[in-house]
């Protein structure tokens, strides 16, 4: 049981280019989160998904775009990348109850965008 | 907006309680205080969470006051390894997404 896996764990990026992070989680969780921390910061939610099929805009939605195809992978998407996109992303996932339950953090993926 | 208030920084000597406190003082009847701590450069990890009663489980303690406007986490013997930031979050109630609301924590020092 591996938990929640992201991959790639770092990369570089130049400014416009595109990049895909994949988070996976094998413990059926209906839930999966996208989350950004930048230096010194807490976390900021960028996009999250109820179910399979379904995506909606967190906090800080703008310049990503994410896929929930299937149940087990959450996507997210950089078209075209910014120096501001410079960050540590996080995955989360949890249980479907109340919405009560709590999430299980992927180990980040370290993007620096030039 | 965090929604929760928590001191920046504390110290805490090896073997002691630890005590962290949290303002939540405008949390609605049906919200949740859940606890978060980050180890440097890992994901978060989740600690333990209540809505009224103290709540105890093998990592912490949570005591909420009778008002729910605050909360502390206590860490019973704190080792090195404690150290890390602590988040003290409200659970988003917005459609049922469980989405947590992340603020700057507090940062726990362990001190030998």
């Known amino acids: 049981n591996a938990g929640v896996t992201q991959t790639p764990k770092f990369r570089v990026l130049k400014t416009g280019q595109s990049m895909t992070l994949l988070c996976a989680q094998d413990m059926n969780h209906e839930y999966m989160y996208w989350y950004r921390q930048d230096p010194g910061m807490g976390l900021r939610l960028i996009h999250y998904s109820v179910g399979e099929g379904t995506t909606a805009k967190g906090e800080v939605p703008d310049g990503y775009n994410v896929s929930r195809l299937k149940k087990q992978n959450f996507l997210l998407g950089l078209e075209s990348a910014a120096p501001s996109q410079t960050s540590v992303y996080f995955c989360?996932?949890?249980?479907?109850?109340?919405?009560?339950?709590?999430?299980?953090f992927g180990p980040g993926t370290r993007l620096l965008v030039l | 907006d965090a929604k929760t208030t928590q001191p920046t920084s504390m110290d805490c000597a090896e073997g002691r309680a630890a005590n962290l406190p949290c303002n939540h003082s405008t949390i609605s009847g049906n919200e949740y205080v859940y606890w978060y701590r980050q180890i440097h450069s890992q994901g978060p990890q989740y600690i333990i969470h209540g809505l009224k009663n103290n709540e105890t489980n093998e990592m912490a303690s949570l005591i909420i006051t009778e008002d729910r406007k605050s909360s502390t986490l206590i860490l019973p013997h704190a080792t090195l390894r404690d150290t890390a930031v602590y988040y003290c979050m409200r659970e988003s109630h917005s459609g049922n997404t469980g989405k947590l609301i992340f603020g700057q924590g507090t940062t726990l020092q362990v001190k030998p």
């Open positions: 989360a996932s949890s249980p479907w109850t109340s919405g009560r339950e709590t999430q299980y």
